[in-house]
């Protein structure tokens, strides 16, 4: 699975998409609360789930934060041998991931993302029931173990939230003009690559239980 890891490294490194287990990210809420109901309700095999889940997240995240994860990307990319069904979504997953990191580098999903130009609290729309917009980390985020109850549960949690918003903070494109422009720049290759690439390794993740 050294793929695999290569392709989460890039996310969880480049693009520094969060874990439900970040204290700052809205999964966790949702998270925090599932942990405090099956305490106060005393549901022992609730809670050796979530123990479990949170050694493997702790496990995980230090493994993806290793560099030699992207540093070795394209060597293990270049080893790897599809078998079968799986194996070719992972390989058609790391190779939209490995274009994007060798085109861009560094570049991150959150860099498109521009919190500067919102309106201002007082500028929205009064009468929405909740002004606030979607936040990156609230369509962003890796959530393990999303087969099981406790997965399925926080999983419905974030898409109620989802649901429940009017608005959201994209990715765009800007160009600034606090200098003179020799051409214009606009254009959403990156940000459809990406979601292009997220999307393939959502699918991947999916088939693994």
């Known amino acids: 699975m050294r793929l695999l890891g290569s392709v989460l490294s890039y996310l969880a490194q480049v693009h520094h998409i969060p874990f439900f287990t970040h204290e700052e990210f809205q999964a966790n809420k949702f998270y925090q609360y599932i ?3 099956a305490y106060y309700n005393f549901c022992a095999k609730q809670i050796g789930e979530l123990d479990s889940m949170d050694h493997r997240a702790f496990v ?8 030699a994860h992207l540093a070795e990307f394209q060597q ?7 078998v079968g069904t799986h194996d070719h979504q992972l390989h058609e997953a790391a190779s939209a991931a490995l274009q994007l990191y060798t085109r861009h580098g560094s570049r991150s999903i959150l860099d498109s993302i521009h919190f500067d130009i919102l309106p201002e609290e007082e500028e929205r729309d009064p009468s929405s029931a909740d002004p606030r917009p979607l936040k990156p980390d609230q369509y962003f985020a890796f959530v393990w173990r999303k087969f099981d109850d ?4 926080l999983v419905d949690w974030i898409e109620n939230d989802l649901g429940d918003m009017p608005g959201m903070v ?9 200098k003179p422009q020799s051409s214009i720049t606009l254009n959403l290759d990156f940000e459809k690559d990406f979601f292009d690439m997220y999307l393939k390794v959502i699918i991947y ?5």
């Not at 293990?76 to 599809?82: G, K, L, Q």
């Open 60 to 67: 995980v995240e230090r493994y993806l934060k290793n560099p």
């Open 170 to 178: 994209p990715p765009i494109n800007c160009q600034l003009f606090d």
């Open 76 to 82: 293990v990319f270049d080893r790897f041998r599809a």
């Open 205 to 209: 993740l999916n088939t693994i239980e």
């Open 35 to 37: 942990v405090e109901d």
């Open 150 to 153: 406790i997965g399925r549960c």
